[in-house]
């Protein structure tokens, strides 16, 4: 493909993001994977040239731009090169005319203010924008850390935590013998610590209430060293189907899954009322901590879909407390650096249940935020994250 070719293959890409954006849609990964196959024509250093160029416009467009074509003239006011690609070629964009580009920006105006209010300034907002490395965590069930790194030899250590690995973006670690053989999963490392807060250790009774395709359920079944029982369960059928193979291929024996109806949640866990030692809640959220991996995604958030996603967080906080055994805790994860679903819904929580306390947290990284902790790309090299730990008396 010429580079012009590329320019135009990637404002087409753009304007099928922006408009699965606006109509919550299909995410910016599949979209680009569909249009790949639809594009058999491009060769690998194509398709990477024009992700690149997808990705580097959604980044620099703060605001939901209204086309992919002003989305790319923005990035090409920045860079020469690219404008120079706007040459009405057959199969390249048509020249630059008098055409507004879009804005360049961190995130919409009500979005940093949001953010700002929550004691994240412009440098750390910025930085939810930076590329995210690749984390692996190490599955102690199968294999050590040395043995991963002896298979892996370009993985380095993750400072204070100790299974994971970290290795440059795009690394195909899918393809590599440790993935296969269940040695490995790709997570990130923030995500790793805030599990940790959970103390989940072997014999315990555990509940992920919100476990999705499982990357938290496979760390807490390492830390309970597969002995225990662990609960998963999620509202979301595709995303929970694929927790099975997984745990499978990481010899996670103990996992349970089981299927939850959005709204009534309780009803299939009434045999586990008051009888587990830890609940952990990774709750629907904003994402506005995995901009590096979903850069899209503050241009799908508005201020009414978020309203919405801390009812759904406050009202599984209540369906995971009542799971709670005395003297058992209530690990609450948002993958947000926004007050209303961290640190505010914890405080909320604890106002409501005015006998539970936060408990303090002791994580190798992160720092303390309200009743809980915060990690951030800027101080922590990793996804955003609020966590707390309620305690049941």
Not at 105 to 120: K, Q
Request: net charge neutral.
């Amino acid at each position: 493909m010429t580079p012009a070719a590329r320019t135009q293959a990637a404002i087409e890409l753009l304007d099928q993001i922006v408009a699965a954006a606006r109509d919550a849609g299909a995410s910016a990964d599949v979209l680009i994977q569909r249009g790949f196959a639809a594009r058999r024509y491009a060769g690998s250093k194509d398709r990477r040239a024009i992700r690149a160029l997808v990705y580097d416009a959604i980044r620099l467009c703060g605001e939901r731009p209204e086309s992919g074509r002003a989305a790319m003239l923005a990035l090409a006011k920045r860079d020469p090169a690219l404008a120079a690609t706007f040459d009405g070629s057959p199969y390249g964009p048509a020249p630059i005319g008098d055409e507004l580009a879009a804005e360049a920006g961190i995130a919409p105006a009500w979005l940093l203010e949001a953010l700002a209010a929550s004691g994240v300034g412009k440098d750390q907002a910025a930085a939810l924008l930076d590329r995210a490395s690749l984390d692996l965590r190490v599955n102690t069930l199968k294999a050590s850390v040395e043995q991963v790194r002896a298979a892996l030899p370009e993985a380095v250590p993750v400072e204070g935590v100790p299974a994971a690995l970290r290795l440059p973006p795009d690394t195909p670690v899918e393809k590599s013998q440790p993935w296969l053989d269940g040695w490995i999963e790709v997570q990130d490392a923030g995500s790793q610590i805030v599990t940790f807060a959970a103390g989940a250790a072997p014999g315990m009774r555990v509940v992920d209430l919100c476990a999705g395709g499982g990357g938290k359920t496979l760390a807490l079944a390492a830390a309970m060293d597969d002995r225990g029982a662990l609960l998963a369960t999620d509202a979301d059928r595709p995303r929970l189907s694929r927790l099975t193979p997984r745990a499978e291929r990481a010899g996670a024996t103990i996992v349970e899954t089981r299927l939850l109806d959005p709204g009534r949640e309780s009803e299939p866990l009434q045999d586990w009322t008051g009888t587990a030692d830890v609940v952990l809640i990774d709750a629907p959220c904003s994402g506005t901590g995995t901009w590096r991996r979903n850069p899209e995604a503050r241009w799908r958030l508005t201020s009414a879909r978020l309203d919405r996603l801390v009812e759904t967080q406050a009202r599984l906080l209540d369906v995971g407390a009542a799971l709670v055994k005395p003297g058992g805790a209530l690990v609450h994860i948002v993958c947000s650096l926004l007050d209303a679903e961290g640190a505010g819904q914890a405080e909320a929580f604890l106002a409501r249940h005015r006998d539970w306390a936060a408990a303090p947290l002791a994580l190798p990284l992160g720092t303390p935020h309200g009743p809980g902790m915060r990690l951030t790309p800027l101080s922590h090299s990793t996804d955003g994250f609020f966590v707390a730990k309620l305690v049941r008396p």
